[in-house]
């Protein structure tokens, strides 16, 4: 059988070519900067270290608006659809037949080899994990190695809003590639579900592009964030 699927996500990102026997060779490239990658579709997350990106960091970051944090009340994560189901409809990758998470490994994964027989199922990678900087390889035997994040925790924007959007929204919140990272499954575990003044990446060189990363997706959804969160996020970009 020839060459089945070849997928190129703009310039810098990842191509992958799947193989009839299950084995992919992918090249990715450096992990992109949040800045210039605003619809999510670009793979990583570069740092921010230059003062004129900084500032435009700094820039994103105030437009967003402050609130005390609501009640939990009524939040589980089946409030945000099934998860990871390739029900959304308005963000990219939608509705295109594979599991968000799948999207997302092969989005940000290096040496992806896919289930014999399937364009979509991801069963190993290498990934550079933005938060603690280590190089993971991970299997599917593993799966918790690594998690996919929602940068926006979906129980942080449960609080700060979410709790009365229209059902469609949540979903795309939840499968939206822009507030998405795979990483290393203990950083996920021990952020939980932390605004940035109670949780940053360990690796510090990449926490001036989380917080951009956290605004630009509170921006693009109207979430509000407490007060101490904006000021930690202002922090990180000086």
Not at 127 to 135: N, S
Not at 171 to 178: E, I, Q, W
Request: proline content about 5%; charged content about 25%.
């Amino acid at each position: 059988m020839s060459l089945k699927d070849a997928v190129a996500i703009f310039a810098g990102a990842v191509i992958v070519v799947a193989l009839a026997n299950g084995t992919d060779t992918t090249t990715a490239a450096t992990a992109a900067s949040p800045l210039g990658n605003t619809s999510g579709t670009l793979p990583g997350l570069a740092p921010i270290t230059s003062h004129q990106d900084k500032d435009r960091a700094r820039a994103i970051i105030a437009r967003l608006k402050v609130k005390g944090r609501g009640p939990s009340t009524g939040y589980h994560r089946g409030r945000y659809g099934e998860n990871w189901a390739d029900t959304a409809t308005g963000v990219p990758y939608a509705r295109n037949g594979c599991r968000t998470r799948d999207d997302l490994l092969a989005r940000d994964g290096r040496n992806v080899r896919y289930r014999e027989g399937s364009t979509c199922e991801v069963i190993a990678m290498d990934l550079d994990d933005p938060y603690t900087g280590q190089r993971i390889g991970w299997s599917k035997r593993d799966a918790g190695a690594v998690q996919v994040d929602h940068v926006v925790p979906l129980a942080y924007a449960w609080r700060m809003g979410a709790s009365r959007w229209a059902g469609g929204k949540r979903v795309d919140f939840a499968n939206d590639p822009l507030n998405l990272l795979p990483v290393k499954g203990a950083a996920n575990e021990q952020k939980d579900a932390s605004g940035p003044a109670s949780w940053l990446p360990p690796q510090r060189r990449v926490r001036c592009a989380y917080v951009t990363r956290f605004a630009q997706v509170a921006v693009k959804y109207a979430v509000p964030v407490t007060r101490a969160d904006k000021k930690a996020m202002l922090a990180q970009c000086r």
